[in-house]
Each structure stands twice: as structure tokens, then as C-alpha cells.
């Protein structure tokens, strides 16, 4: 395990917090968004703030972080490919354990831990934010897409059409049909 840069933005010292189960602490601040922080068609861009309300409590086992985090996401619509812009707002809640509190299975169990009385948010934050993304986000609602025979976008142009294809099988009927056409009898 690396140990944790007590500079880093989404780590926070929580020795001023005490040991005392019942002690709290009040945390605000705007931080720089991770890499990674979404999916392909929807993310906050790296870089990006954003801002996270925390309140840091003691308890026997650890810390426990309760937060909220606010950034702006950047994407693509899944059906048209137009750039989208959304606020993000999550709020997540971790246990971290201190080191004479863990148990061998917690190795097994994914239990976040203190590290020299520093917390790591990175992972928490990343997974709310993918877990409150939508699975295909949308421009609206009621966007129409694309043309499946062009690529046109259909919410510029909602009366696009194309002649229906001709089934091959029919091909010889349409020549003849059109061979017979008005006749100015």
C-alpha cells in the first residue's frame, strides 16, 4: 500500500479531530477534479472544481466522513453526439478504520482505513459520481437522434426522410411500374 500525500486535495488530516468518539468537525472546500472522475460520455473534466461539504465525525472504530460534492459535467448526448453541460450534486458516507480496529478479513472486505490519521476521498467521490451518472445521458429528454441511413441530426431537421429502399426481390416490379407510368392517353 503507498502511503498518502497529506498534500494531496482529497486527503484530509484528521488529527485535529481527536480520538473521542463524538468529536466533529466541519470541513468546506474546492478542490481540483481527478482523472477519471465519470465515464466515457460523461465526466467532470480533470481539473474541474469541485466543491465538497464534509462533516468528520469520531467514533470508536474510526472516522466517519459524511459529504456532499458539486461539480459540472462534460459530455456527449448518446443519441445525437451533441456536447452536453449538468451540474452534479452527490452525497456519499464512509467508515475509515483505525489500524488496531481492523480485522484480517477486512483486507478482503474493501474497508477504507486511516493512514497515519489521513483519509483518502478519491475513491468515494469517484464512485458516487458514477453511480448518480445516467447510463446514456441526453441533450433532452425527447431528443430523436440521428438518421440511421445518414447521420443527419434529426432534431434539425425533424421532417428528414429518404425514399423507402427497394427490396431487390421487387426490383424488376418497380422497373416495369415505372415503364407504365402516365401514359397521355
Same mark, same amino acid.
Do not use: N, Q, W
Given at each position: 500500500m503507498?502511503?498518502? &500525500?497529506? +498534500?494531496? !486535495?482529497?486527503? *484530509?488530516d484528521t488529527r485535529e479531530l481527536g480520538r473521542r468518539p463524538g468529536s466533529q468537525r466541519q470541513v468546506s472546500r474546492q478542490v481540483p477534479a481527478p482523472a477519471d472522475l465519470g465515464i466515457e460520455v460523461l465526466h467532470v473534466p480533470e481539473g474541474a472544481p469541485v466543491d465538497l461539504d464534509l462533516r468528520l465525525e469520531s467514533v470508536? %472504530? =474510526? @472516522? *466517519? @466522513? /459524511? =459529504? #456532499?460534492? +458539486?461539480? /459540472?459535467? #462534460? =459530455?456527449?448526448?448518446? +443519441?445525437?453526439? %451533441?456536447?452536453?453541460? &449538468? #451540474?452534479? #450534486? @452527490? /452525497?456519499?458516507q464512509e467508515l475509515y478504520v483505525y489500524e488496531q480496529h481492523q480485522t484480517p478479513h477486512d483486507e478482503d472486505d474493501e474497508v477504507s482505513r486511516l493512514e497515519d490519521d489521513l483519509v483518502d476521498l478519491e475513491p468515494q *467521490? +469517484? &464512485? $458516487? @459520481?458514477?453511480? $448518480?451518472? !445516467?447510463f446514456q445521458p441526453l441533450c433532452r429528454d425527447d431528443c430523436p437522434g440521428l438518421c440511421t441511413e445518414c447521420g443527419a441530426r434529426l432534431a434539425d431537421d425533424p421532417d428528414h426522410s429518404h425514399e423507402e429502399p427497394i427490396d431487390p426481390r421487387w426490383a424488376g416490379l418497380a422497373a416495369l411500374q415505372q415503364d407504365e407510368a402516365p401514359r397521355g392517353d
Open positions: 503507498k502511503s498518502l &500525500d497529506p +498534500r494531496a !486535495p482529497l486527503v *484530509l470508536m %472504530e =474510526g @472516522v *466517519l @466522513v /459524511t =459529504g #456532499e460534492a +458539486r461539480a /459540472t459535467l #462534460e =459530455g456527449e448526448c448518446a +443519441r445525437c453526439l %451533441e456536447p452536453i453541460s &449538468d #451540474e452534479i #450534486e @452527490v /452525497t456519499f *467521490l +469517484r &464512485d $458516487a @459520481v458514477v453511480l $448518480a451518472l !445516467p
